[in-house]
């Protein structure tokens, strides 16, 4: 869900000519006039099924059997570890255009176009949902959901929390981290005074201290804060990993170091050291910060300037990117979605009534993963692609969003 302006996009519309132009490598696809990496989408498309399959697991398991075993709790990580993976991607893609001003070009962010790039990326199809799920949904609402949702706050009180539309929670964490982004970029580039490693080192302190918090406030606390879970504090390190990646990155395009000519330089091996790290989190998920480097991994992988194998070419897929570019309307839509299906309402208690049946989660999978991504494509094209081409007024350029799951 980010989105500096930074992608140059040519007068018919079509990707540039140079493939790295823009804070992805490789292949490009166009969205709203705009170019894109289809590796970037490609891996929101990936993210975002992987969180559809946890919650059709979700719904199709009673709690009490829902964690009873090893591979229960690897799909439950596969699918909401996701997650971490749109934060890194948040992070780096976000961060980008001020790596390269700071530390590379100089050239200074417009700070009010990367503020009306967020509004057009978030605000429309956000209030959409919002609005259908609170009238429809939940009868009109009440006054505190109403301001709450619709400031992005709801995740500050355990009473909206996971709440109306539950991915919305990590939609207003998205937001609260763009509005914080400028000033966590000024500290950092006045603090390192232009030293990439010194930025590098000061971010690695400061996800360190989230994790920590985040150890302490939720797996460790008595009883554990939800809400506090839920936040910018105990969640800015995968954020942080993204920026890092920026990081390397702009260093990596200027001089790449000679390792990087071995196995180092192979994005295969980077996905590859990535998965022990999943299957660590899912063994105990108090492990988070081995989650952080599988995420940081698996997005470098794609967007560093790595050799190319399977995994790469895999997101360079035109059908897996195409449904990347609606990943945000995906994100969104696919929980009612998969309730309808399951004939339940958002309010009702998540587990009652649950029958822990191996088909009926694939069921459920299956039929809700086609019918949101066909919602997403309607939704995007009705909704979100009008408001991106407001982006084309006032810029002639504009970089991939980021995203909470999709929201770019």
């Known amino acids: 869900m980010s989105a500096p302006p930074d992608v140059e996009v040519a007068p018919n519309g079509s990707p540039p000519a140079s493939a790295d132009q823009g804070p992805g490598v490789g292949a490009r696809i166009a969205q709203a006039g705009e170019s894109r990496s289809a590796r970037i989408e490609s891996l929101r498309a990936l993210a975002s099924l992987c969180v559809v399959g946890a919650h059709a697991f979700l719904y ?5 059997t829902i964690t009873h075993s090893y591979g229960h709790r690897v799909i439950l990580e ?3 570890g996701s997650l971490d993976v749109f934060f890194v991607l948040s992070g780096y893609l ?45 009868h009109g609402g009440t ?16 009473k909206t929390l996971y709440a109306i539309d539950s991915p919305m929670w990590s939609l207003a964490v998205e937001v609260q981290f763009y509005a914080l982004l400028p000033f966590i970029a000024l500290f950092v580039a006045r603090l390192a005074r232009g030293s990439r490693h010194a930025a590098i080192g000061i971010l690695s302190i400061g996800a360190i201290a ?12 008595h009883p554990p804060n939800t809400a506090l879970q839920s936040s910018i504090p105990t969640l800015f390190s995968f954020f942080a990993a993204g920026m890092i990646l920026a990081l390397l990155r702009v260093g990596w395009m200027e001089k790449p170091p000679r390792w990087l000519r071995g196995v180092g330089g192979s994005s295969t091996a980077w996905f590859l050291c990535s998965l022990p790290l999943w299957a660590i989190v899912a063994w105990h998920f108090s492990y988070e910060p ?13 967007v560093l300037p790595l050799r190319r194998g399977p995994f790469v070419a ?84 504009s970089a991939p969003s980021v995203g909470s799951p999709a929201a770019e």
């Open 78 to 80: 596969v699918g909401f």
């Open 210 to 221: 989230s994790f920590v918090l985040r150890q302490v406030v939720y797996w460790h606390g």
């Open 60 to 64: 199709s398991y009673v709690s009490a």
């Open 290 to 302: 081995a989650a952080a480097l599988a995420a940081a991994l698996i997005v470098g992988a794609c």
């Open 143 to 158: 006054p505190g959901e109403w301001w709450r949702f619709g400031l992005f706050v709801e995740n500050f009180s355990s």
């Open 94 to 138: 976000l961060f980008w255009p001020f790596a390269r001003s700071s530390f590379a070009t100089g050239e200074k962010v417009d700070l009010r176009h990367y503020a009306l790039n967020r509004v057009v990326r978030i605000l429309p199809l956000y209030y959409s949902v919002l609005i259908v799920m609170l009238v429809l949904q939940n």
């Open 314 to 397: 895999l997101t360079e897929l035109r059908v897996l990117s195409r449904i990347g570019v609606a990943t945000y309307s995906l994100y969104l839509w696919h929980v009612p979605i998969l309730l309808a299906i399951d004939n339940r309402s958002v309010t009702s208690t998540a587990f009652s009534g649950a029958v822990p049946t191996t088909a009926h989660f694939l069921k459920l999978y299956v039929l809700g993963a086609v019918i949101s991504v066909l919602v997403a494509l309607v939704s995007y094209r009705v909704i979100e692609e009008p408001a991106l081409r407001l982006r084309r007024r006032w810029s002639r350029s």
